[in-house]
């Protein structure tokens, strides 16, 4: 074995194009480090519904220029394979974003390289920009595809490869496994041409249109007061962020300034993702520090692509510390599943038609949210891939602070339209003396309170992922905190509404329970949610003891049944 390694890797270093990982390489076979090499060469990073996504490093099992440059010639070969471009005579064109993370901006010239020799035209983004700008330029640029070189909010050493059709959605089945197959067809990287030129370096008009874009979000004559606390999480969204706050007329957000820069390394987070503990502690602080005239009304993060959005508020009375009197001390980020009810709340308010969407891992309240207004709704699996082509969508979105508010602009979650249509909310609710802590516990007299939390385990050994998995399927339980499981789904067998996928349902007496494996990342994501009705506002501190209370001993029992 040990022989066979070292021959993979001599291989793969003669063909490897990046000195970086070239010298990373050669290292480990000087050294003759056999866990190190095994680890890299155990197998392939498997292209699927997410794309690529990966740690950083040499080798087939982690992300660098020469597994992009395969998954490249991949996707190229899948869309010459797909028919004529949408306009006759041209080479369909493939546009290419990036963030700011290491080894972004070489796979994103890499793949316009790569989509150049195939015959295919190709343009990249001007710089670093938020996910959602690429998602928006695919459409804008009558493109057969694009490519969003990130890894979203995973740690500084992982990057990866996002691939979205001509639509502007991300790819679903079958799509990702005729171009993993097209990836596995590459025989080697010296069949793969790449000129040195002939692709567009985009300029600033597309970023413009999509600011433009914006417009269409916010009702006009709508105020505009809410003030804001913004922490772009060492990502690329503050610039677009401020020019489209600008040019709403918002007052211009708060800089969290330590937070505020793209920087691959995210020195300040141990994970860039808003909803990790300890993310969003300098936003925190940077509003605390804020008083009178300047104090915020909320406070917006996005992750480092952008594409989420994060939203905080101050959960008191007074906003003040009872110890030392300093403003603004008592802030708690919202979950995702209240933005979500927020904004359809407020597009429902505002007249909004047509289909209101959700992945099933969502709260059900948005469902009776649109049943009240007489609207669509559907659930999907999860992730915008998904979500998106829901059919008729007016407005989308997931727990995990994605979501879709502008769907014929941006077929994605995008974190910069989602941060404008809640402050608009903020804005509006503040005119009227009320907060969106008000709205909520108005949705919750009206719908029931649907209280939802996440028992969410991260391994480094996948191993313990697919066990809880399969316990959870041979021992199945029959109740979680006394309530009796009345419905089981396995999700793998699909349903009348969703496609085959690897997770379980459990529907109890007033609560549900789902279990899958994270698609991005090493976890187990259990979601929950209780909901308890309510009589009056008098009987919510009441209703939230009670849910409280029923999420944390769901949470135990469900620890204990999946051995986790």
């Known amino acids: 074995m040990h022989d066979e390694l070292i021959a993979q890797a001599q291989a793969w270093l003669t063909e490897d194009p990046d000195p970086d990982t070239r010298t990373e390489l050669a290292r480990l076979i000087d050294a003759k480090d056999e866990t190190e090499l095994a680890a890299r060469f155990s197998g392939t990073l498997q292209f699927g519904t997410a794309g690529l ?30 028919g004529p471009p949408a306009r006759e005579g041209e080479a369909g064109l493939v546009v290419i974003g990036y963030d700011a993370r290491h080894k972004s901006h070489d796979f994103a010239q890499d793949t316009a390289a790569v989509m150049i020799g195939a015959g295919l035209r190709a343009a990249v983004l001007p710089r670093p920009l938020p996910t959602p700008v690429l998602a928006f330029a695919i459409r804008h640029l009558g493109a057969v595809a694009g490519v969003e070189v990130t890894a979203s909010h995973n740690p500084p050493r992982d990057n990866g490869y996002k691939v979205y059709l001509g639509d502007g959605s991300q790819i679903v089945p079958p799509a990702d496994i005729d171009i993993a197959a097209e990836i596995a067809a590459v025989p080697s990287l010296t069949t793969v041409a790449r000129p040195t030129e002939g ?47 600008a040019r709403a007329g918002f007052p211009a957000p708060v800089l969290v300034a330590e937070q505020a820069d793209p920087d691959p390394e995210f020195p300040t987070v141990a994970f860039p993702n808003p909803e990790e503990p300890g993310a969003m502690d300098l936003a925190f602080a940077t509003a605390r520090a804020l008083s009178g005239e300047a104090a915020p009304d909320l406070i917006i993060a996005n992750d480092p692509d952008a594409d989420r959005c994060a939203v905080a508020v101050q959960d008191g009375t007074d906003g003040t510390d009872a110890d030392n009197g300093t403003p603004g001390t008592d802030w708690r980020m919202l979950r995702g599943d209240e933005v979500g009810a927020l904004l359809a709340a407020h597009l429902v308010r505002r007249g909004a038609t047509g ?30 891939k998904w979500i998106a082509r829901a059919e008729g969508l007016r407005y989308g979105y997931e ?38 802590l008000d709205l909520l516990d108005d949705l919750a007299v009206e719908h029931g309170l649907h209280a939802t939390d996440q028992l969410s385990v991260r391994v480094e050994d996948l191993s313990l992922i697919a066990a809880a998995m399969r316990r959870l399927r041979e ?26 996928t690897d997770g379980l349902r459990y529907t109890l007496d007033g609560a549900r329970v789902i279990v899958r494996p994270s698609g991005t990342e090493p976890k187990l994501k259990c979601y929950l949610e209780v909901v308890i009705p309510v009589g009056s506002h008098k009987d919510l501190p009441a209703a939230r003891a009670k849910a409280t209370a029923l999420l944390e001993s769901i949470k135990r029992d469900l620890s204990t049944a999946a051995g986790i």
């Open 355 to 384: 289909t209101f969407a959700e992945s099933i891992v969502s709260s059900s309240l948005l469902g009776r949210i649109a049943e009240k207004a007489g609207l669509p709704h559907v659930e999907t699996l999860t992730g915008f």
């Open 399 to 436: 727990e995990a602070l994605g979501y879709c508010v502008d769907p014929d602009g941006v077929r994605d979650k995008d974190g910069i339209t989602a941060a404008l249509l809640i402050t608009e909310l903020a804005s509006q609710l503040k005119e009227e003396g009320r907060t969106l």
């Open 199 to 245: 692709w567009d370096t985009l300029d600033d008009s597309v970023l413009d249109a999509y600011l433009a874009r914006t417009d269409a979000v916010l009702s006009e004559g709508s105020p505009r007061t809410a003030r804001t606390v913004y922490t772009a999480m060492h990502g690329v969204g503050k610039d677009v962020l401020l020019a489209a706050f």
């Open 53 to 82: 996504r990966g740690e950083l490093g040499a080798g087939p099992m982690r992300m660098n220029r020469s597994v992009v440059i395969r998954a490249a010639a991949g996707l190229a070969a899948y869309l010459k394979k797909q």
């Open 475 to 500: 021992q199945p339980p029959t109740e979680l905190a006394g309530l009796p499981i009345t419905r089981t789904d396995d999700l793998t067998k699909g349903t009348a509404e969703l496609p085959p």
